[in-house]
């Protein structure tokens, strides 16, 4: 590989070449380090015009800044150069600190993924001339395979940046590397070593930058997609024809997370019977969110089959036992069967707290709790009873999870729990809050009372007849 000694030459700025940091100016430099000349500094873009004569050979350019993510930068920078002739003489370099830049050589690519280790970070690759008539084969969007072994060497060192080294007459291959994926290129009768230095560092910050960019987009568009997953997943109310109003509230403890282990539905069948249902998985990951979607899908499915109390809760334990990762993952439920004429309901408790009932004139008060069964997940033959209430012709029923009732008050160890929470609805429907408004008044004290946002998941369904 012909690369030359150092000699006076027209430099060309590596293309796209980030700010310099005057603060570098002044860093020492290891003995015998040349100056970085200005000419790297102002010379023109590879992809634009190169070889032009700069403004200024005189002065000398600060440093590139030490980023901030050294990582194995620490240790100073390693190039590994791919040529035929790898005992070419080839210039001296100097990173940020005014270290010698470690050098790697190989004659093939064979040779050069061997030599390819973490500590590489960057690759000089000498571009051999093109065979004749070999660019008239290439595709015009698409250079042929004059660009292969560059192409090859991207795809070995994904995190290493690429520099290309070619001649002055062949700048157009030399544009259509950079645009295959080198960070930049070279000509051979235009190098030294203060060109090289300068680009062997641009090249590798511009590299970090170009993969946390890509990172970053990664992470946003992920986020995006779940959160467009989370939206779709959670549940549309089917409550067409029916009186009753419905309205429901739903925080997940999980940070930024928008679907948590609580789960929650409700729907109206064909004879006019209104189904409603809320659960809690046990744990606050995704794994649970996941979970409670399926729980509470398989539960529409069921009750649209006109299954419901123990025979529902059954076939749901059984669904839970196939679907969840380990046998301690439990869930709580409870499921609601009011009466077409909206004056009876069928309740049924699998280890959840029992719902709130408010009637006309009456005081908020707990359903009993003594007539329910295990959370599924617990006993493999269990059952769970299903008992009548009477809820006249106007009233307000609410379902909840139990991150609502085990907020704490204060800064002490005490816990809001059923009384409290009953207590505090009875005070915000005194207000006249009904509805959403209800809902998330309630919430919003239950949070205040605990000093800050609530760790556990967080649903509230409420039914309304009036």
Known sequence: MPVPVPHQRTAVLP???????????????????????????????????TGQEPMSRTSTAPDLQLPADQGSLDQGLTLLLIGEDPNSPVPDMWDWAGRKVRLRTARNLTEAERLLTDDVHCILLDLAPPEHGERDAGDADCPGDELGALREVLRMAPAQAVLVLTSETDAERAADAVRVGAQDYLFRDELDGAVLSRAVRYAVERKRADLAQRQLTESRMMAQENARLERGLL????????????????RPGR??????????????????????????????????????????????????????????????????????????????????????DGRRAGVCLAGHPAPLLARAGREPQL???????????????????????ELGGSWSLMMYTDGLIEGRVGEGKERL?????????????????????????????VRDLNGGELTDDVAVLLLDRH
């Open 417 to 445: 729990g059923q009384e409290g929470m009953t207590a505090l609805v009875s005070r915000q429907m005194a207000a006249g809050l009904r509805g959403e408004e209800l809902l998330d008044a309630s919430v919003r004290e």
């Open 367 to 389: 359903l009993p709790y003594e007539f329910g069964g295990p959370a599924l997940g617990l006993l493999p033959r269990a059952r769970w009873p299903r008992r009548q209430v």
């Open 255 to 340: 940070s930024r997370a928008l679907l948590g282990g609580d789960f929650y539905d409700t729907v109206r069948t064909q004879d006019g019977t209104v189904h409603a249902m809320i659960g809690d998985v046990c744990g606050h990951g995704p794994d649970e969110a996941a979970l409670g979607v399926e729980l509470r899908i398989a539960w529409r499915a069921l009750t649209f089959a006109g299954l419901c109390g123990d025979e529902l809760l059954s076939t749901l334990q059984k669904v839970l036992e196939h679907e969840r990762a380990d046998d301690e993952i439990f869930a709580t439920l409870c499921t609601v069967d009011i009466s077409a």
């Open 235 to 250: 549940p549309t109310p089917l409550l067409d024809g029916s009186d009753l109003r419905f309205a429901a509230c739903y």
């Open 15 to 49: 293309h796209q070449a980030g700010p310099v940091d005057a603060a570098c100016a002044d860093s020492p430099r290891a003995a015998g380090a040349p100056a970085v000349a200005d000419d790297t500094a102002r010379g023109t873009s590879a992809l634009g015009q």
